[in-house]
């Protein structure tokens, strides 16, 4: 798994929040990021312009992730869980959906 994925700056799996459980929003996990990313742009001399935080978004298939064994590998690979809220969603809905909140939360 480590070999196939590209270095991003934030890895989220989405994931419904369950009773118990606590993960943050989307909007949680990613604040911070675009002010932190403009700081290192500046830092290097670069203008930005084109570039920006890197996320990469996993989304899990239409009846969930296999508890607690696909979570973990995720978690092992330095995904961070996030939740859109309790519903479970279809997997087109929950992929517009987090495109939509990270795209508002990194301005």
């Known amino acids: 798994l480590p070999d196939r994925l590209p270095q991003y700056g934030r890895r989220l799996v989405a ?20 002010s932190s990313q403009a700081a290192i742009d500046a830092g290097e001399g670069q203008d930005g312009a084109g570039s920006g935080p ?38 087109d809905v929950a992929v517009v959906s987090l495109l939509s909140v990270a795209h508002a939360s990194l301005g």
């Open 15 to 34: 994931h419904p929040r369950r009773e118990g459980r606590d993960a943050r929003t989307v909007g949680e996990a990613l604040s911070g990021l675009a």
């Open 54 to 91: 890197r996320v990469l978004l996993a989304v899990g298939p239409e009846g969930g992730w296999d508890e607690p064994a696909e979570l973990e590998l995720l978690r092992e690979h330095g995904f961070e869980e996030v939740t859109l809220g309790s519903r479970t969603l279809r997997t």
